[in-house]
């Protein structure tokens, strides 16, 4: 955990995150996540089939 960057939540990714989960219908935790990784310039990979068709995420179906 040492090597992991910790992420802020200031008012602007809190206003970025409102914005994203509006405009892709996420719940309030999943905006934070997308905002979050979309800051960073992450590639977010993930099972949550609400991440399903976003650019940047990466999408594998539970098994």
């Known amino acids: ?3 992991a960057r910790i992420a802020d939540l200031d008012s602007d ?3 970025r995150a409102s914005i994203l989960g509006r405009t892709h219908q996420l719940a ?3 905006a934070v996540i997308y905002a979050t990784a979309r ?3 992450a590639e977010l990979w993930t099972q ?8 940047g995420v ?5 098994p």
């Open 1 to 3: 955990m040492r090597k």
């Open 13 to 15: 990714l809190a206003l």
């Open 28 to 30: 309030l935790a999943d």
């Open 39 to 41: 800051e960073h310039e």
């Open 48 to 55: 949550d089939v609400h991440f399903k068709d976003l650019p």
């Open 58 to 62: 990466r999408y594998f179906p539970k």
